[in-house]
Structure formats: C-alpha cells, structure tokens
C-alpha cells in the first residue's frame, strides 16, 4: 500500500496544470461547442417534427 502511495505522489508531481488563460481559453470553446451543438439540434428536431406533421396532415 506504501508503495501505491509513493508512486500516486510522484505522478502527481508530473502534472502540468493549464494556465488560467488557456483554463478560460478551452472553457469558452466547450461553450460555445456545446450551444452551436444545441441549435443545430434544435434545427434538425423543428424541421422534421414539422415534415412529419406536414405529411400526417397530407395523408389525412
């Protein structure tokens, strides 16, 4: 178990945290992935519920 420890430590030691620029940097990037994302979903979701209701209504 001591040894398990010594080894977490010394690869805790190797890690190299971002800066809090590049921190912000990737932030605002996952952001703005993730709303451009949403809205072409919601786009997609709109057109084909409209489609659908288009065709339902034509076939009824």
Known sequence: ???F???FIAES???IWPSRQE???KTG???TTCVVT???LFGMDL???QGISLIY???R
């Open 5 to 7: 420890f010594k080894d």
């Open 47 to 49: 057109f084909f519920s």
């Open 23 to 25: 921190l912000l940097s």
């Open 1 to 3: 178990m001591g040894e």
């Open 38 to 40: 949403a809205c072409i």
């Open 29 to 31: 990037i996952v952001i």
């Open 57 to 59: 209504q034509l076939v």
């Open 13 to 15: 030691k190797r890690i």
